[in-house]
């Protein structure tokens, strides 16, 4: 199960950290990710990282502004998100991936039940 919390109202060039607790399994060999679902548009992807050695992969979009991590200790995924424009309002969502592959943005298994973020302008 994952939970994803952090969500909220920010004004453009502010900061939010969403995170995502796994519950249930351990994430030993899991591919999490990030997506996020805007009004009346399709889900993206937005970022992800290998739990067991770190790798990271961001969509163009968010390079530089967002930074995914990961808290073994906690089972916990995060993604810090600076210099918020008001495009970054959607829901968003977690995702967790068992099976490998080269590929971070898709395949995904297990999702969240996503969390509002608004960005105001």
């Known amino acids: 199960q994952l939970q994803a919390s952090g969500g909220g109202l920010v004004q453009a060039g502010g900061s939010l950290r969403l995170s995502c607790a796994a519950s249930?399994?351990?994430?030993?060999?899991?591919?999490m990710g990030w997506f996020r679902q805007a009004p009346g548009k399709e889900r993206e992807f937005v970022a992800a990282?290998?739990?067991?050695?770190?790798?990271?992969y961001y969509a163009d979009f968010v390079k530089g502004r967002f930074t995914i991590s990961r808290d073994k200790a906690k089972n916990t995924v995060y993604l810090q998100m600076n210099s918020l424009k008001p495009e970054d309002t959607a829901v968003y969502y977690c995702?967790?991936?068992?099976?490998?592959?080269?590929?971070?943005?898709?395949?995904?298994?297990?999702w969240g039940q996503g969390t509002q973020v608004t960005v105001s302008s």
């Open positions: 995702a967790a991936r068992g099976i490998w592959s080269l590929s971070f943005t898709d395949g995904y298994e297990y």
């Open positions: 990282i290998r739990w067991s050695g770190g790798d990271t």
């Open positions: 249930g399994r351990t994430l030993h060999g899991y591919t």
